[in-house]
C-alpha cells in the first residue's frame, strides 16, 4: 500500500512517528503511536496533534487521506522491520472509522499479506482474514523470512 506517503520522524525505538499533513486545512502535524497492550500486543494509533495531545476522534480533512494512509502503512511497515515478533492491533474507534478499515484492508490485502499474516476479529473471535468478511479489528504480525 506504500504509494506517496509524507516523511515521518520515528522517536522512542519507533513506537511514535511524526510526520505533517498539508493540504486544504494548512499544514497539521500527526502521529502514529504503537502502544503495548498485554503480552507481545501493539496497539497502531494516529491523530492529530493538538496542544500537546493526541486527538484520535476527528477527520481533519485536509484532502490527503491517501497520503496520509500510506504514512501510516509506512510507520507499520517501520515498527514491524524493527520489533517482528510484535503483533500490531488495529481497532476502528467507531463505526465510519470501522468500514473504513475494512475497506482499506479489501483493496490492499493481496500487498500486505506479502509481509504480514493478516487476521480479522469479529466480537471475540480470531481469523486469517478473508477480505469478503467485515470485521471489528484487526492483528497484523510480519512474516519472517526464511
Not at 510526520?19 to 502521529?31: A, C, I, N, P, Q
Not at 475494512?102 to 490485502?109: E, G, H, L, M
Not at 500486505?112 to 499474516?117: H, R, T
Amino acid at each position: 500500500m506504500i504509494e506517496e506517503s509524507y516523511d515521518c520522524f520515528p522517536f522512542n525505538n519507533k513506537t511514535q512517528f511524526f510526520f505533517e499533513s498539508t493540504g486544504l486545512k494548512g499544514r497539521v502535524v500527526k502521529v502514529v503511536v504503537f502502544m503495548r497492550m498485554e503480552g507481545n500486543r501493539w496497539n497502531v494509533g494516529f491523530g492529530d496533534v493538538r496542544e500537546g495531545r493526541v486527538d484520535d476522534t476527528s477527520f481533519t480533512n485536509n484532502n490527503d487521506v491517501r497520503k496520509v494512509l500510506s504514512t501510516v502503512a509506512k510507520t507499520i511497515y517501520q515498527f514491524s522491520e524493527i520489533h517482528p515478533e510484535k503483533i500490531i492491533v488495529i481497532v476502528p474507534r467507531d463505526e465510519r472509522r470501522k468500514h473504513f478499515y475494512n475497506a482499506i484492508f479489501k483493496r490492499y490485502f493481496s500487498i500486505a499479506s506479502e509481509v504480514f499474516d493478516i487476521f480479522g476479529i469479529l466480537a471475540e473471535d480470531r481469523e486469517n482474514y478473508l477480505p469478503e468478511k467485515t470485521y471489528d479489528s484487526f492483528e497484523l504480525l510480519r512474516k519472517f523470512e526464511a
